[in-house]
T-cell receptor, first 114, second 114 residues
Framework: DAKTTQPTSMDCAEGRAANLPCNHS???????VYWYRQIHSQGPQYIIH???NNETNEMASLIITEDRKSSTLILPHATLRDTAVYYC???????????????FGRGTSLIVHP | NAGVTQTPKFRVLKTGQSMTLLCAQD?????MYWYRQDPGMGLRLIHY???????AKGEVPDGYNVSRLKKQNFLLGLESAAPSQTSVYFC?????????????FGPGTRLLVL
């Protein structure tokens, strides 16, 4: 099963880039890597996803290694409002039902300080 | 367009009582999920549904039942609540485009079982 490994916590200075790593060494060949974040106790919010190529949107950039075994989420200019738990997600095959379903780990708690 | 809504937002139960949590989405999504989140933990999947009238077990299904009688609603039931079910419950819905699947989460239901 493809699962992810992330550091438990990180911190970053406001205005600097935050680089959040994720290891997904057993990811299936065609499965995407997704990133979500959870601010305080709200519901998780989608950030970005990718398959092989690097991706960028208005929120962040996603760098995926060529072997697809790891990726890095980049918040280019972190603000205090980016303090949150960040989850790197891949889908795994459900033991019941057989469908591929998103699987969450514990994520990385990012603290952005002034 | 309300997205994903959850009812109620907060509830206190006594051990042995029953209740139903309602998740509703107005995005015509096929897939719906129920997760629980305990302090310091990631989201753990309880049950999920790949379409109207179908449900399947997730990682932690014991003590819960679900129903998906209408496409837009996914109900989570606790027949006999236990203190171990004190948690925050999140519902999500998603659409799939090939192997891409973006989830949209509700604001959560906070349940306290005494």
């Amino acid at each position: 099963d493809a699962k992810t490994t992330q550091p438990t916590s990180m911190d970053c200075a406001e205005g600097r880039a935050a680089n959040l790593p994720c290891n997904h060494s057993t990811i299936s060949g065609n499965e995407y890597v997704y990133w979500y974040r959870q601010i305080h106790s709200q519901g998780p919010q989608y950030i970005i996803h990718g398959l092989k190529n690097n991706e960028t949107n208005e929120m962040a950039s996603l760098i995926i290694t060529e072997d697809r075994k790891s990726s890095t989420l980049i918040l280019p200019h972190a603000t205090l409002r980016d303090t949150a738990v960040y989850y790197c997600i891949v889908r795994v095959k459900s033991p019941s039902g057989g469908s591929y379903i998103p699987t969450f780990g514990r994520g990385t708690s990012l603290i952005v300080h002034p | 367009n309300a997205g994903v809504t959850q009812t109620p937002k907060f509830r206190v139960l006594k051990t042995g009582q029953s209740m139903t949590l309602l998740c509703a989405q107005d995005m015509n999504h096929e897939y719906m999920y129920w997760y629980r989140q305990d302090p310091g933990m990631g989201l753990r999947l309880i049950h999920y549904s790949v379409g109207e009238g179908t449900t399947a077990k997730g990682e932690v299904p014991d003590g819960y039942n679900v129903s998906r009688l209408k496409k837009q609603n996914f109900l989570l039931g606790l027949e006999s609540a236990a203190p171990s079910q004190t948690s925050v419950y999140f519902c999500a819905s998603s659409y799939r485009a090939g192997l891409q699947e973006t989830q949209y989460f509700g604001p959560g239901t906070r349940l306290l079982v005494l």
